[in-house]
């Protein structure tokens, strides 16, 4: 047992299979109400009761993360407005952060101070009197302890349970509907490379995308008569990975029985294709999620899927934040604005071995509950309800199904959906809600992957290097405490108290240097000039219209379309040369200048569902 604030944390060796405890996190001690090495009067008091909304010492009745509950709420918090926003509002607003014990400066070493502590000139007055003292916006001590026997129940449950394996797990691989009829689709999952295809009946199959003669991609071959054919020697496979044809094979001789590919189970749920990644046990039916609101009649929703260069925590985190979306998203659609940014009140109702759920709300206005659920291994879910003016219970739906790719790569599937029937869906086509979302995506990318990047090389759980605050940092904390729990059956994990690094760490190039890299990132087209270099994951080309059928059907029509109109204006202005009359001319040149400006109007389109949003500031 070490303390976090040691300045080396040793790590596992094996990546996986060992980990390291930090029980005592920051030099805290359960023997002192003062942190070892803290800033002078920082101490762990008891919390007042004045600031109760935020801070109060737990007891029975209240909640596992300090929110009280509804018969002891003060009257100022007890009354909730209808509300909530649109669905895209409670979708993106899905995510909350980790909270965080008291950090206490480190010891001066040479060269280096001891850390600040944030300035409290702006701490929050709340009904009742008192400003909130950094011990108090941060998570006490005393909360520390509780915690600990809050858990009791869950370390008890995951002890008769047999290990956390991944293996074990349905991981979303794809959306059904964009899945290619007559090509192979090369996935993963983790480290494990896999490759969807249909047959000639519509059936989904999935094997390790590794041909057993010579280790080819299965993923780079075609569909033949239904069967999956490696286009290097002509090997075909079927059903649940025999080899059914070897052309080089001599007439009359057997196929090797060795000669087959490792298949795994595959189900087609709610739209979702979902694989069984165990090579082991058998699917457990119980384990695949089923989400009752896209099961509604009348529910309608926007599902889209996006590859992140990005580890699938991090994702997981971002779409937990709803703090961070007024500022982040500012103006992004109706209802992201900087000046709404406050504090959350957040309360956990559910932990269990697979995950975590709870509610969390705006503190001004009071509004309706948000219903938020992580379950294992990668499947969140923000929910809604609330009444609107006809007395009608509407349900608004916000669900992320991120699958790891490998590190720092990952795959999300974003499905937003409401059983309201709002005529925007039907007036604006499906390309243009993709668009704003790969917008939402973008604007976030840069942090995300700086984020990433600090924790591959810290190799340090996030409760050291994340300050968390209890106002908007809560389920970040849960997720990484859950990591801390079931981490030991990954192939890598960063927890909140434990962390077990990737042994190798991966390199992975993001984009080529040079005049290429400008081509390639400006005109992605599969066999243009770029097209040699590995596809840029920080490129929306790459990262969704690829993978989506309606958004690559879009760009084609629109930059044909343009061509067109392009050529339609050069030659109408051609012609009012050519014309003798002065009549003819000005209508020429006019249906000129039309098409011209209709041509301009199509390749902006095109654009738009093609090109990377860039925030003004940032713009040359």
């Known amino acids: 047992t070490i303390h976090a604030c040691d300045p080396h944390v040793p790590t596992s060796p094996n990546g996986g299979a060992a980990r390291t405890f930090l029980p005592a996190p920051w030099g805290w001690s359960p023997r002192s109400a003062v942190c070892e090495g803290n800033a002078p009067g920082f101490s762990h008091r008891p919390v007042p009761m004045k600031v109760a909304a935020l801070s109060s010492p737990r007891p029975s009745s209240t909640s596992l993360h300090g929110e009280r509950s509804p018969s002891q709420r003060p009257s100022w918090w007890s009354s909730p407005q209808r509300g909530g926003g649109g669905f895209l509002a409670a979708a993106a607003s899905s995510s909350v952060y980790p909270r965080r014990r008291p950090r206490a400066s480190h010891s001066a070493a040479p060269g280096r101070g001891p850390r600040p502590y944030p300035t409290m000139a702006g701490a929050q007055v709340l009904p009742g009197g008192g400003a909130l003292d950094e011990g108090e ?11 600990v026997e809050a858990n009791a129940e869950v370390a008890a449950q995951w002890g008769h349970e047999r290990q956390y394996d991944w293996r074990e ?12 009829h007559d090509a192979p689709l090369g996935l993963a999952v983790f480290h494990k490379q896999l490759v969807l295809y249909r047959d000639a009946a519509g059936a989904f ?5 590794r041909c057993p003669h010579r280790l080819a991609k299965l993923s780079e071959g075609q569909v ?21 044809k070897i052309p080089q094979l001599p007439e009359g001789a057997r196929i090797p029985r060795s000669a087959c590919v490792r298949a795994y189970e595959v189900r087609d749920s709610q739209g979702v294709v979902w694989v069984w990644m165990s090579e082991r046990n058998p699917p457990e039916a119980a384990k695949l999620p089923w989400f009752e609101h896209y099961a509604r009649p009348g529910f309608q929703d926007v599902s889209t899927i996006h590859e992140l260069p990005y580890d699938h925590s991090i994702l997981l985190e971002n779409f937990m934040d709803p703090a961070h979306v007024p500022i982040s998203h500012d103006r992004t659609d109706f209802y992201s604005k900087r000046e709404d940014a406050q504090p959350l009140l957040f309360e956990v109702t559910e932990r269990s071995a697979r995950g975590f759920a709870g509610t969390w709300r705006k503190s001004r206005p009071p509004t309706v509950a948000n219903h938020l659920r992580f379950d294992a291994p990668c499947v969140l879910q923000n929910n809604n309800e609330y009444v609107d003016k006809s007395g009608t219970l509407r349900h608004v739906s916000a669900l992320f199904l991120c699958r790891p790719t490998g590190q720092g790569r990952s795959m999300v599937i974003i499905r937003f959906g409401t059983t309201l029937q709002s005529p925007v869906m039907k007036l604006f086509p499906q390309w243009f ?9 973008e604007q976030d990318m840069g942090f995300l992957s700086s984020q990433n990047e600090v924790l591959l090389r810290e190799k340090a759980p996030t409760g050291k290097l994340y300050i968390n605050l209890r106002s908007c940092d809560t389920w970040v904390a849960e997720y990484r405490k859950w990591k801390d729990r079931a981490g ?12 077990s690094p990737p042994a190798t760490p991966a390199v992975v190039e993001q984009a080529p240097a040079g005049l290429v890299a400008g081509v390639s990132g400006s005109s992605p087209a599969k066999g243009g000039l770029g097209g040699i270099h590995a596809p840029n994951p920080t490129n929306r080309y790459f990262r969704h219209v690829v993978h989506c059928r309606g ?12 061509r067109a109109l392009y050529l339609l204006a050069l030659l109408a202005a051609s012609l009012a040369i050519l014309a003798s009359r002065r009549q003819w001319k000005a209508v020429l040149v006019a249906a000129s200048c039309l098409l011209a400006v209709a041509g301009y109007v199509c390749s902006s389109a095109a654009s738009l569902v093609t090109t990377n949003f860039t925030r003004a500031h940032r713009r040359l």
Request: charged letters at 20%.
């Open 137 to 147: 916006l941060l998570i006490p001590a005393e909360e520390a302890e509780a915690e």
């Open 169 to 180: 797990e349905w991981y979303p691989l794809y959306l059904t509907a964009e899945v290619p």
């Open 205 to 209: 199959h999935c094997y390790e995308d």
């Open 224 to 244: 033949v008569d239904g069967r999956l054919e490696c286009l290097y020697h002509g090997w075909q496979f079927e059903g649940d990975g025999k080899c059914v």
């Open 433 to 441: 809600f993709h668009q704003n979302i790969s917008k939402v995506l």
């Open 488 to 499: 030991s059956g990954m192939p890598y994990y960063f927890g909140h108290s434990t962390v």
């Open 551 to 562: 958004c690559s059907s879009a760009v084609r029509a629109f930059r044909g379309w343009g």
